[in-house]
C-alpha cells in the first residue's frame, strides 16, 4: 500500500476533467481565488486597511506665495513695538 505513481494521478485528473468539464473547473479555480483573497484582506483589519487607504490618497499641497493684503497672518513671529 504505497504511494500514488503519477500514472494514477493523471488518470484521476483526467477523470475529474471529463466529468466536470473545463469550464466549469475554471470557474471553481476563480472562486477560490476570489475567496482567498477575501480572507487576507479580511485578515488584515480594520487599521491596516485605514493606513493603506490613507497611504493612497495625494498630500495635500503646500503654497509658498505670500499674500498684499492686511488681513494675511504672517508665520514669523513679530515683536510688539
Known amino acids: 500500500m504505497g ?7 493523471l488518470i484521476v485528473l483526467l477523470v475529474v ?3 466536470f468539464g473545463t469550464k466549469k473547473l475554471r470557474n ?3 472562486d477560490l ?3 482567498v483573497r477575501g480572507f487576507k484582506e479580511g485578515m488584515k483589519g480594520a487599521d491596516e486597511v485605514a493606513e493603506a487607504d490613507a497611504a ?3 498630500a495635500p499641497q503646500v503654497t509658498t506665495a505670500k499674500r498684499a493684503d492686511g488681513n494675511t497672518v504672517d508665520v514669523e513671529a ?3 513695538s
Open 33 to 35: 481565488g476570489g475567496a
Open 56 to 58: 493612497k490618497a495625494p
Open 28 to 30: 471553481i479555480g476563480s
Open 3 to 9: 504511494s500514488f505513481s503519477i500514472w494514477h494521478w
Open 17 to 19: 476533467v471529463v466529468i
Open 78 to 80: 513679530k515683536t510688539k
